[in-house]
Every structure is written in structure tokens, then in C-alpha cells.
């Protein structure tokens, strides 16, 4: 949209002037008539170009707090009768999120040139996933997209809850990982080549373990710009390759089988599928529909093809519950709910039950990750110590063994 600077006179003949957004001079004429003022003169404003810090300040994403928070607001203005145009338009202005306001902004822009809502936000994949458009082009059918929103936003507040547990349960471990790292690249740079040096004076023979560690200090001083650059371009190729479809579904299925944050994966994974088809279920969308939606929303490759091996099951007239058996993804718990879902007609609400427990099997997992990696951090940093004493102690000890064997047993 383009700014425009108007004059006009409104209902009692007074002259009123201001700034409108609109598409043309011939639109902003058109919604000043409707708000009862009749324009004078209407011309475009040249753009303002952004400060290299307010530009900065822009360059935000649109994470899980902020689309929360636009359902709620969307809920509460759809449901207060607010036209949607209006809503957004509100909404654009009031958050402090400039790539949503933005996003907000495109919206309201489709919307003015004729698409719907469902058109417009799927414009924007990067923000509104497909479980998102879908669930809004239900509402636009059937007529309850407020209530759409709010489904929306309880679905994914669970989503945000379950992200920061996540990473307040893996913030300890990282730092204490980090910590163990700087730690021994300064004993490598540092500490162990002064007690080289020494070691070197005296014309020792050095046991295994310190040859070992001077050695390692040694490669580590004379080719740390290797190996930090080795590091980089290896952790950039990872990455190069985690970006490829083969790449991608290799390392979703890995994440499942690490020990201790595996199963934690798997669990929070099967909670959002049962959250997912609970909340389709109860809007209507068709199972096949709702599965294709659902594989894209559980952000893993591995569990999608999973999904989409359960839609392609149900094409063929299998039953939901004898699909998602033939993945063996699921456990007995998940089979037996569905298949009883199916059988009494309520597979939203019991799917519904079995997120629920999942949520809280991963929210208690997650309050004791710490607890379960900490006994490896220990070990860990002990299997350090050990290293570094007997390396560096232990010729210290021979040598005041042999000068005390040399001067008769006197100190």
C-alpha cells in the first residue's frame, strides 16, 4: 500500500486533513466517503527511506509467542464482530513485531484485491504452516473462523510451551559442554607448554600419558587455525547437507535414536501427530486432507513419511488404526486409542487424551534431563582431571621419587 495525504470536509462542513494507506487516490477517496468526508485533495507521500537502525531493528522473525498472541487477538476481534480487514489492519498497527506487522500488512493488501483469507495467508508458507491455512480455510467454510483462531491458538501455545522446556532443560548441558571445551583449548595452548618446557630441561624419559598430552598440545599450537577452519567448513557441509530431502530425513530419523533425548523426541513428536489429528478431526477436515496437513506439521521428515504411508493406506480402504499399525511408528497406546477413536466415532477427543499424556510424559522428562545428563558430565570432567593429572603430575612424581632414591631416603 501507498501513503496519501488528504483534505476533506466531513459531515458539519469542517475541514479535516490526515494520512490514509490505500492501493490508489481513487480507494482512499472511497473509504473517506464511506467515513462520511468528502475529499478535496488527495496525493501520494514520498516514501520515507529507514535509518540503517531502524532497518536492523526490522530484521526480526515471527516466532510461536507472536502467532499466539495474533490468534488471540484475531479470536477476540473476529468474535466481537470486528470485519476482518479492520482487524488486521489493527492488528498490523498495535504489534511490535515488524516482519509480522509486515506479513499483516500483505494480508490486508490480498485481501483488499480481492483473494480470501485462506489465500492470503498461505502466501506466506515461512509463517503460516499448512496446518494453519488449513484450519482457517475450514473456519472461512464453515463460517467459525474465530473459533478456528482460538483452536490455533491453543495448539500452538502447547507448541511454544514444549519449545522453551526444551531449551531450558538443554541450556545447563550446553554451557557445562562449552565450559569443558574452552577449558581444554587453553590447557592445550597454555598450561601443558610450560610444563613442557620443563619436562624438556630435565632430559626425562616422559610416561605415556604426558607424551600423549604434549603432543596434543603441541598440534594444538601449531595448527589451531586447521582445525578451527576444518571445523567450520565440516559444520557447514552438515548443515549443506541437512538441507537436502536425503539429508533431512537421515538426521529426523537420528534425533529420534539418541540415547537419553531420543525418546524425548519420539514422545514430543507422537503428542503433536495426536494433537494435530484431534484438533483436524474436530474441524472437519477430511482424513486424508487432515494427514497431508499433519506431515508437514510435525517438522520432522522421518515421522512424515510415516503419516503420508498412513494416508496412502486409508486411500486403499484400509482403516486408520490398521494404517498407522503397518508404520510401526506408533506404540500400543496410540493403536488402541485410535482404533477405539474409531470404532465410538470420537477419535478427536481420545486423540486429544493421548497428546495430553504425551505432553506430560516429555514436560517430566524434560524437568529431569538434567538429572539424567548430569552423571555423564561428571564422568565426563573426572575422565579430564584424571587425564590431565596423570600427564602432568605423574613425571613430577617420578622425578622426586628418583631424587629421593638418589640422595639415600633423605630429603
Known amino acids: 500500500m501507498t501513503a496519501f495525504h488528504y483534505k476533506g470536509r466531513n459531515g458539519r462542513g469542517e475541514m479535516v486533513a490526515g494520512q490514509m494507506d490505500g492501493l490508489s487516490p481513487d480507494a482512499v477517496a472511497t473509504h473517506l466517503f464511506n467515513l462520511g468526508i468528502t475529499p478535496i485533495d488527495i496525493h501520494d507521500l514520498p516514501a520515507k527511506r529507514p535509518s540503517l ?71 506466506h508458507p515461512k509463517v503460516f504452516s499448512s496446518l494453519f491455512v488449513a484450519l482457517v480455510q475450514i473456519g472461512e467454510t464453515s463460517g467459525t473462523l474465530d473459533q478456528s483462531f482460538l483452536q490455533l491458538s491453543a495448539y500452538l501455545e502447547r507448541d511454544r510451551e514444549t519449545e522453551q522446556r ?6 545447563y548441558p550446553m554451557f557445562v559442554v562449552i565450559a569443558l571445551v574452552i577449558a581444554v583449548f587453553i590447557i592445550n595452548m597454555f598450561v601443558i607448554p610450560a610444563f613442557a618446557h ?4 630435565l632430559h626425562a624419559k616422559l610416561p605415556l600419558a604426558t607424551r600423549i598430552l604434549i603432543a596434543t598440545s603441541h598440534f594444538t599450537v601449531s595448527y589451531w ?9 565440516a559444520a557447514l557441509g552438515v548443515r549443506a547437507y541437512v538441507r537436502t530431502q536425503d539429508g533431512r530425513y537421515r538426521w529426523h530419523r537420528l534425533r529420534l535414536q539418541l540415547p537419553i533425548v531420543g525418546p524425548i523426541f519420539t514422545r514430543a513428536l507422537l503428542g503433536r501427530f495426536a494433537r494435530a489429528l484431534a484438533v483436524t478431526v474436530k474441524s472437519g ?28 493406506g486409508i486411500e486403499r480402504g484400509e482403516t486408520l488404526s490398521r494404517a498407522a499399525q503397518a508404520t510401526s511408528l506408533f506404540p500400543a497406546l496410540v493403536l488402541q486409542m485410535i482404533s477405539v477413536g474409531e470404532e465410538s466415532g470420537a477419535v478427536d477427543s481420545l486423540m486429544a487424551e ?25 564422568v565426563a570432567m573426572g575422565i579430564l582431571v584424571l587425564i590431565l593429572a596423570l600427564g602432568v603430575f605423574l613425571p613430577m612424581w617420578d622425578l622426586a621419587h ?5 640422595n639415600g631416603g633423605q630429603v
Not at 620443563?198 to 630441561?201: D, Q
Not at 628418583?402 to 638418589?406: P, S
Open 53 to 123: 537502525w531502524a532497518r536492523e531493528l526490522g530484521r526480526t522473525r515471527v516466532d510461536l509467542t507472536d502467532l499466539v498472541l495474533f490468534c488471540r487477538q484475531m479470536y477476540t476481534l473476529l468474535k466481537a464482530g470486528v470485519p476482518i480487514m479492520q482487524a488486521l489492519q489493527g492488528l498490523r498497527e498495535s504489534t511490535h513485531n515488524r516482519a509480522l506487522a509486515a506479513v499483516i500488512g500483505q494480508v490486508n493488501e490480498a485481501l483488499d484485491a480481492g483473494l480470501d483469507l485462506t489465500a492470503a495467508v498461505k502466501r
Open 166 to 171: 526444551v531449551k531450558s532443560a538443554t541450556r
Open 198 to 201: 620443563v619436562y624438556a630441561g
Open 225 to 233: 587455525y586447521d582445525v578451527l577452519a576444518a571445523g567450520v567448513l
Open 285 to 312: 477436515v477430511p482424513l486424508i486432507q487432515g494427514l497431508t496437513v499433519i506431515s508437514r506439521a510435525v517438522d520432522n521428515e522421518y515421522v512424515a513419511a510415516r503419516i503420508l504411508q498412513m494416508r496412502d
Open 354 to 378: 493421548v497428546a495430553g499424556y504425551y505432553e506430560r510424559e516429555v514436560d517430566y522428562d524434560l524437568r529431569n534431563l538434567s538429572t539424567a545428563i548430569e552423571p555423564l558430565l561428571v
Open 402 to 406: 628418583a631424587a629421593f632414591n638418589h
